[in-house]
């Protein structure tokens, strides 16, 4: 089975640092990775996704992910962090060959200070 | 706007009543998903249903069942609820449920079981 592990459940930053949102990965088989975001009192959204092919990902609002085999990592980064960054990042695992039912991190809440 | 629609936003009840929350899917997807989102276990994945089949089964407990009907949308019920039900619960579609589609989330409806 897979399994998904966010490293810190808050991580805070200053208005215009790096932001940076790790994730690990546990499967058996090529996994295919992807960041949600989740503003208050929303449901999530995509940000990006690693399904095969180049394993720099962009995504959306500056954000882009590293996907790293031999680390099982894909951590989410973004150059300059913006006030309306802060919210909730799920990251979350599929299997190409196993179970497409999205596993979710625990979520890492991203506060972003003035 | 996800174009997945999820009712009621808010539901209070008292232990031992049954709910229903209701989910209409993106217009053409076949796929629903629901999951219950709380403090202690994060997103945890529910049951999945594909044009009305049932195809997967998570961490779905006894008292909880959910069908999707003919025009695809979907219900969950919650029966005999106790106060460790109350969690935030989450609609999702796809178009056909494979491993890497993202899903599309509505708002979620609120349930506090007093």
């Known amino acids: 089975a897979q399994s998904v592990t966010q490293l810190g459940s808050h991580v805070s930053v200053s208005e215009g640092a790096l932001v940076l949102l790790r994730c690990n990965y546990s499967?058996?088989?090529?996994?295919?990775l992807f960041w949600y975001v989740q503003y208050p009192n929303q449901g999530l959204q995509l940000l990006l996704k690693?399904?095969?092919?180049?394993?720099l990902v962009k995504g959306i609002n500056g954000f882009e992910a590293e996907f790293k085999k031999s680390e099982t990592s894909f951590h989410l980064t973004k150059p300059s962090a913006h006030m309306s960054d802060a919210a909730e990042y799920f990251c979350?695992?599929?299997?190409?060959?196993?179970?497409?039912?999205?596993?979710f991190g625990r979520g890492t809440s991203l506060i972003v200070h003035p | 706007d996800s174009g997945v629609t999820q009712t009621p936003k808010h539901l209070i009840t008292a232990t031992g009543q049954r709910v229903t929350l209701r989910c209409s899917p993106r217009?053409?997807?076949?796929?629903v998903y629901w999951y219950q989102q709380s403090l202690d276990q994060g997103l945890q994945f529910l049951i999945h249903?594909?044009?009305?089949?049932?195809?997967a089964k998570g961490n779905i407990l006894e008292r909880f069942s959910a069908q999707q009907f003919p025009d695809l949308h979907s219900e969950l019920n919650l029966s005999s609820l106790e106060l460790g039900d109350s969690a935030l619960y989450f609609c999702?579609?796809?178009?056909?449920?494979?491993?890497?589609?993202?899903?599309?989330f509505g708002s979620g409806t609120q349930l506090s079981v007093l």
């Open positions: 690693y399904t095969t092919g180049a394993t």
């Open positions: 249903y594909y044009n009305g089949e049932e195809r």
């Open positions: 979350a695992v599929t299997l190409s060959g196993g179970s497409y039912i999205p596993t």
């Open positions: 217009s053409g997807d076949l796929s």
């Open positions: 499967s058996s088989v090529p996994p295919y």
């Open positions: 999702a579609s796809s178009g056909y449920g494979h491993q890497n589609e993202k899903l599309f």
